[in-house]
């Protein structure tokens, strides 16, 4: 039996192009598991519930507001990406990879791990530390695959801003949670069925 030799392991950046979708679907979910266990943990030793954290509102307030913001969201990338060169909002194909080929409710169920996961860590965690400006400009650096261009990153911190403004507003972190699940289920549906038309 050979003896592992942890210096064997070898790292290397490997681009979107090089996985192919299994692999970037285990990336996109294992990452997503981390978040939510850092978000989790982060929230538990605040000494806070997440129980509380995620009980549900008594009004519909935050239904509203969240549907409202993520109108507001799809209307301004909608427009910014008309006028702005395609290349000023690359994010290195990683939306087109995961989204282009995806069945509707697969795309429901990314939309939906994503935005429970990151707005636990980042609304329910980091912004009770930090506050609003601080998350957001964590968030935008965690959105990695944005930082060469300043449109995407500037838009994914203003984002993140009115998220975590949407959830001191409501006062509970489904409003940014539904915002975000919205935002994503749309872009996502809009790359997959122009994929379509384009074909």
């Keep these: 039996m050979r ?3 942890i210096r064997n392991i070898k790292i290397r950046q490997v681009s979107v192009d090089q996985m192919n979708d299994r692999m970037l679907l285990m990336n996109l979910y294992a990452t997503q598991a981390i978040t939510f266990i850092i978000g989790l943990l982060w929230v538990i030793f605040q000494g806070r519930s997440a129980i509380n954290l995620f009980a549900l509102p008594s009004g519909w307030t935050f239904l509203y507001a969240g549907i409202g913001m993520a ?3 799809l209307i301004v990338d909608l427009s910014v990406s008309r006028w702005i060169p395609e290349e000023a909002m690359e994010d290195g194909g990683v939306n087109e990879r995961i989204f282009r080929t995806r069945p509707v409710w697969h795309i429901a169920v990314i939309a939906a791990v994503v935005s ?3 707005e636990l860590l980042f609304r329910g965690a980091v912004q009770h530390a930090f506050g609003p400006y601080w998350t957001s400009i964590l968030f935008a650096a965690i959105h990695v695959r944005y930082l060469r261009h300043w449109v995407p990153t500037g838009m994914v911190f203003a984002i993140s801003y009115g998220l975590g403004w949407l959830m001191i507003w409501t006062g509970t972190i489904w409003a940014p949670i539904l915002a975000h ?3 994503d289920l749309i872009m996502g549906l809009i790359i997959r069925f122009r994929r379509e038309e384009q074909s």
């Design 3 to 5: 003896k592992f030799d």
């Design 116 to 118: 429970v996961c990151e």
């Design 181 to 183: 699940f919205l935002v």
């Design 71 to 73: 109108v507001a969201v």
